[in-house]
């Protein structure tokens, strides 16, 4: 009797209200991505709290979790385990960003788990302890004087300030202060007591944002979030975000799911930059999350930038954003001046090698009239350090194989004295007898880009100017003003005081030939962030064939023109944005066995699989379906990695849908 009534004092009672609390635990497997049901007991009541860290047994092991509700009854018809311990009683995870991170997770084919190690940070128990410091006052409302060369730009502000939902498309003039305006508009919002997100690509993109943002709202009142804090510092910056003490966020595409109290604006500054995809499972990218966050959350939506993507231009086309730009007069105004290869007949007869020189006379010409002026020069070349390549010998078009397109390259060494061939890098086969398309040459030529070795050349033509380079692992975040030649990279491009002189955009060729979906968008784009860097009566240089389409969006300085463009050839050709499209990689047996079993939408269609160029073990299908079947699309591919993973089939399956790569 005495061992009865001891087992009976040891057991756990239920709490008396909301005895039951739905669990995500945490384990990646797609079979299992749903909440779980268990006890709470009364001890457990007052720190078992939505959206607090737990410990839970699953399938005899104790995995963590987060509780997700807690409700009164559960419809499981079996006893519950109670939960193992509540890890702290701190809500970490808003009820917000628990419905955002499964509307990521639905619309990628992933798992809620995998989107919830992006939102929520581990834990530092220490820093979890210490309270967060009082909100700030909220600041006040800014200027829109700053936003006046744009003609909707004073309503924008009017709307953020009023509290209205406003979506709209910002098309940056160059030489713009875009951090000043991004602060501008965040601090609108911030001031009626409602929060911002800003998010950009880069740190370096982050620290102008972070000083023109403290500059209007105060240092107290801005807190970034990146990758490179420690464990503690971020924590603790999150922690004060979802406490409620920041209300002004800042961050790269990791703080697209910060716990933002009452959130008015997200912001994206560049929404091209392939930084903005996370790169681990289900890949999301921050603007499809971000216009998901303002659709579920009723916030007010702003995509910045320099150039325009397709995507952009598919908001703006369907009604559901606004675009902000300004009128012609002002851009003429501001905008340097762009020369392209080929764009006038003197220009031919002038320098009759121009269209096969990597430096044509125009670039050095415009190297030499900035430094009269005492300006620097920005060179923009396409990759750093020594990159050999093959090209034509005439007219310098990249040389491609006749029978997949892929790139020619030399082999090393001879047969009895006699130069090999060349070969494709993709498919191996030799081309003995190259004829280039374009101009008929059969003359091919060696080749070395790359950003130290355009800085040597420059250096013994312009002996007497310092050379600096930027990219790879020494990146530079500005140059000061004078005569200087500053050679970066796409992407690490320093501002300049006062602006360059010149730009010169090497090796278009090599940006405008990859065999990419979307190699001209991305050209253009990293053409006009560079040329943006010139002041307004700089000379920008592009070494490329002025009829292409984005270099006369370049030359007319007419982004939005190439995005309608872009979009139009997309939705003929039917790749995304105007569709919804997925790729699927794996060994050839595993992709065969994943493609029988998928099913497909009625507009669903499988094209391949085709051999990777990177990978011959693996191949590569892409699954396309019109937009309105792009939420069965993920749907079907989700039921798809669900059966694989009961099957436990070792044989991994990669999914990405809408990738910024398709071929």
């Given amino acids: 009797m005495a061992g009865k009534a001891s087992a009976r004092r040891g057991e756990r009672v239920p709490a008396s209200t909301l005895p039951v609390a739905r669990i995500c635990v945490d384990v990646p497997l797609p079979h299992l991505d749903r909440p779980f049901d268990y006890q709470v007991s009364t001890e457990q009541d007052a720190d078992a709290v939505p959206g607090c860290r737990v410990r839970v047994r699953f399938a005899g092991q104790l995995v963590d979790g987060y509780l997700l509700e807690r409700v009164e009854e559960s419809d499981y018809g079996r006893q519950l385990t109670f939960l193992d311990r509540v890890i702290s009683p701190e809500p970490v995870l808003s009820p917000e960003v628990a419905a955002l991170a499964r509307a990521v997770a639905d619309r990628y084919a992933g798992t809620l788990t995998d989107v919830l190690r992006m939102a929520v940070p581990p834990r530092h128990a ?3 302890a210490k309270p967060s410091p009082d909100p700030a006052p909220a600041p006040p409302a800014p200027s829109t004087e700053g936003w006046s060369r744009y003609p909707f730009g004073p309503n924008l502000l009017d709307a953020l300030r009023s509290g209205r939902t406003a979506r709209a498309v910002w098309q940056a003039l160059p030489a713009e202060d875009w951090p000043a305006r991004l602060a501008e508009a965040a601090t609108t919002v911030v001031s009626t007591g409602r929060g911002a997100l800003v998010i950009v690509p880069d740190h370096r993109d982050l620290a102008r944002l972070h000083a023109a943002c403290a500059a209007l709202a105060g240092p107290d009142a801005v ?30 595409r990791g703080a697209a799911l910060a716990p933002v109290h009452d959130l008015g604006l997200v912001v994206v500054w560049d929404d091209g930059d392939d930084l903005h995809t996370e790169p681990r499972m289900p890949y999301p990218n921050v603007r499809d999350v971000l216009v998901q966050r303002a659709h579920l959350t009723g916030a007010s939506l702003l995509l910045g930038a320099f150039a325009r993507t397709a995507e952009a231009q598919l908001l703006v086309d369907s009604g559901w954003a606004h675009e902000v730009v300004a009128a012609r007069e002002t851009l003429r105004a501001v905008a340097p001046r762009v020369a392209a290869v080929g764009d006038s007949a003197w220009q031919d007869v002038k320098d009759p090698a121009a269209r096969s020189a990597r430096l044509p006379s125009i670039a050095f010409e415009a190297a030499r009239a900035a430094f009269e002026e005492n300006a620097p020069v920005l060179i923009q070349v396409p990759r750093r350090g020594y990159v050999p390549a093959l090209a034509c010998g005439q007219c310098r078009a990249a040389a491609r194989c006749r029978r997949c397109a892929g790139p020619l390259a030399l082999p090393g060494g001879a047969d009895d004295g006699v130069p090999k061939p060349a070969y494709c890098r993709w498919c191996g086969a030799t081309e003995a ?42 990146v530079l975040a500005a140059v000061p003003g004078g005569r200087a030649l500053v050679v970066a990279t796409p992407g690490a491009e320093p501002t300049a005081e006062g602006g360059y002189g010149a730009v010169l955009l090497l090796d278009g060729w090599a940006l405008l030939g990859r065999a990419d979906l979307r190699a001209t968008e991305e050209t253009l784009r990293r053409w006009m962030t560079a040329a ?30 190439h995005a309608r463009q872009e979009l139009a050839a997309r939705t003929e050709l039917g790749f995304p944005p105007a569709v919804r499209m997925a790729t699927l990689d794996g060994p050839p047996d595993a992709l065969a066995t994943a493609l029988d079993d998928l099913l497909l939408p009625p507009t669903g269609e499988v094209l391949g699989p085709v051999p990777l160029p990177d990978d011959d073990q693996r191949e590569r299908a892409l699954i396309r379906v019109s937009r309105t079947h792009g939420k069965a699309l993920s749907e079907h591919l989700a039921a798809l990695q669900a059966t694989r993973s009961a099957r436990k089939d070792p044989t991994p399956i990669r999914i990405k849908l809408d990738p910024l790569e398709v071929l």
């Avoid at 091919?444 to 930027?470: C, D, K, M, Y």
């Avoid at 009829?547 to 982004?559: E, M, T, Y």
């Fill in 126 to 128: 220490r820093t979890e």
């Fill in 532 to 561: 943006a860097l010139a002041r307004p009566a700089g000379k920008v240089v592009v070494i490329a064939d002025s009829s292409l389409p984005p270099v006369q969006a370049l030359v007319r300085w007419d982004p939005v023109w």
């Fill in 433 to 474: 007898a190259f004829r280039c398309p374009a101009c008929g040459s059969r003359r091919l030529r060696g080749q070395v880009i790359g950003a130290r070795r355009t800085a040597e050349e420059l250096g013994r033509a312009f002996s007497n100017i310092p050379v600096r380079t930027s990219g790879g692992d020494e």
């Fill in 223 to 252: 807190v970034t979030l990146s990758a490179d804090l420690g464990p503690a510092e971020r924590y603790r910056r999150w922690l004060a975000v979802r406490r409620g003490s920041v209300r002004l966020v800042l961050g790269t």
